[in-house]
């Protein structure tokens, strides 16, 4: 009994039990990012827009006649986060490219922000390397049309020079931002359990990506990123904008 009360006081003191927990609690909107748009009666792959890697919203207008339509795309490479004005409605892959549009009848923003992963560069798919969105895309059988293409500077725009306010009540993506303390310094890593999909920077470092579907739940913060006393996180968040913690973790997390 003795030892299970002194291994167990030890632990406390290292920290290993009480995992930090971070407040993201001021937002900027992703219009800061925005690159100059470009507009097309069909869609456009990335491939064609000259993005190589990254972000593209894809929007346009809809009408919708019931209150559930099919929304269903021939290509998504590699994931897409769906909302129907300023409202999360799913997410699609190239293995699940249809889902349901639950709104009233009338008239509403699309909005298709799609991620490119990454390019093939090996295999039997090597020929076939597009990107985004392309093919047809339709609504309960509808073709779509008339669309406005908007690459993002997620990655290389300096996120220190972007303007926060602590409205978080905009339902859209958006970047995320808020503080830690460290009064030792070592290699922590970011569980981020919960959230879905984007980008994060410790103090204006980018740090790394992540995905809900992957097997590893963390992020390693080397110990160079971090200072004694505060420390700042920005997230870039493409589908769970409900989620506003994040904790620090002293070991991996997975699955």
């Known amino acids: 009994m003795k030892w299970r009360i002194a291994l167990s006081l030890a632990i406390l003191a290292s920290g290993l039990v009480q995992a930090q927990e971070i407040t993201l609690d001021k937002k900027a909107s992703l ?8 507009t097309s009666e069909q869609l456009l ?17 809809i009408t919708t006649q019931s209150d559930s339509e099919e929304l269903e795309l021939e290509n998504v490479r590699d994931y897409a986060a769906v909302y129907v004005n300023g409202k999360l409605q799913g997410t699609l892959t190239d293995s699940r490219k249809k889902m349901a549009i639950k709104t009233e009848p009338g008239k509403y923003l699309l909005q298709i922000y799609v991620e490119n992963i990454g390019r093939i560069t090996y295999g039997p798919e090597i020929t076939d390397n597009s990107k985004g969105l392309f093919g047809e895309i339709t ?33 859209n993506p958006g970047f995320y931002k808020g503080t830690f303390r460290m009064e030792g310094l070592k290699n922590t890593y970011l569980d981020i359990s ?22 590893q739940r963390s992020i390693l913060i080397p110990t160079e990123d971090l200072v004694q006393g505060e420390n700042e996180i920005v997230v870039f968040e ?18």
């Open 238 to 255: 493409l589908k769970h904008h409900q989620q506003k913690t994040m904790k620090l973790s002293q070991t991996p997390v997975f699955k």
């Open 45 to 61: 792959s990335m491939n064609d827009l000259n993005v190589e890697f990254g972000y593209v919203l894809y929007q346009t207008e």
């Open 31 to 38: 219009t800061q990012v925005y690159l100059p748009a470009v």
């Open 139 to 171: 609504l309960d059988g509808n073709d779509i049309e008339n669309w406005k293409m908007l690459p993002l500077n997620v990655r290389k725009f300096p996120v220190k020079n972007l303007a926060y306010d602590s409205d978080l009540t905009d339902g």
């Open 194 to 215: 919960g959230w879905g999909m984007g980008e994060v920077w410790i103090n204006s470092k980018y740090l790394g990506s992540y995905w809900e579907e992957e097997k």
